[in-house]
């Protein structure tokens, strides 16, 4: 495929390029080109801006990752959240997650948040067709979190793709909105005695932090400490597929 494409603009019979733009783009890519070709005048014919969730015939945000781990995750949170009732989801994304917990965990009320540009996206994911699963709620963990009344917290991929001064806050949140008693599962990629876990989460980390100075794959240590420090006890730290983890905390 690559020596065509070469072959093809270095005669100059590629009439038209789409470029699109992929939100999140893991390691390098794949060029399809080695290098900069001839000269070629080129004319914008026509651009489209496609919105997640704008519509009901919206293309719907999607992940790969939720489809995965939402099983494993299940397992655990059918044990930890056994004698809960309502469930604040925070950085919930595109909605998988809540509508597959939801129907599969019918005595809790689940409540799915994130921040304000992504509300819809999550809205658009979880559906609604369980009266369990309410409408998204905006919560930036940058402001005062909302009047919610929940007695757990999930959270998933959030602490990685934040700045560690958004992580204090997240976990002041959390620490601040339970009840005693209240749990707080908290699933994503953490290192061990400052070292990454495995090869894979050594480069995540790297190209997180490449990415944004600010984020990064977190110590275990360090989530467990702030954690204490806000009256969040570790119940429980269950392996998950892909070098992930599950951490289960209980306010004391």
């Known amino acids: 495929m690559r020596e065509a494409a070469e072959a093809f603009r270095a005669e100059r019979l590629i009439t038209e390029y789409i470029v699109s733009i992929i939100p999140v783009l893991l390691g390098a890519g794949i060029p399809l080109f ?12 026509a651009r489209a801006r496609i919105r997640a969730a704008s519509s009901s015939s919206a293309m719907k945000q999607f992940s790969d990752a939720c489809e995965r781990n939402r099983e494993p995750i299940l397992q655990v949170l059918r044990h930890a959240f056994a004698d809960r009732t309502s469930v604040l989801e925070i950085g919930s994304g595109t909605g998988q997650h809540a509508a597959y917990f939801a129907p599969a965990l019918p005595h809790l009320a689940w409540q799915p948040s994130d921040v304000a540009e992504t509300c819809r996206a999550s809205a658009s994911g979880a559906g609604g067709a369980d009266a ?9 963990v940058d402001q005062p979190f ?5 007695d757990a917290v999930f959270s998933a991929n959030t602490c990685h793709i934040m700045s560690w001064p958004q992580v204090e ?10 009840p005693e008693g ?9 290192h061990y005695g400052g070292k990454p876990t495995s090869p894979s989460n050594a480069e995540f980390d ?12 977190r110590d275990f240590e360090a989530i467990r400490d702030l954690a204490a420090k806000r009256g969040l006890a570790l119940e429980g730290d269950n392996a998950m597929p892909a070098n992930n983890r599950l951490l289960v905390f209980r306010r004391r």
């Open 34 to 45: 080695d290098g900069p070709g001839p000269a070629q005048p080129l004319r914008l014919s």
């Open 132 to 140: 369990r699963l309410l409408e998204p709620i905006e919560l930036d």
């Open 146 to 150: 909302p009047a919610v009344q929940a």
């Open 169 to 178: 806050r997240f976990v002041a949140g959390v620490g601040k909105l339970l």
């Open 182 to 190: 209240g749990v707080f599962a908290l699933y994503g990629p953490f």
């Open 206 to 217: 790297a190209w997180l932090r490449n990415r944004d100075r600010k984020s990064g794959v």
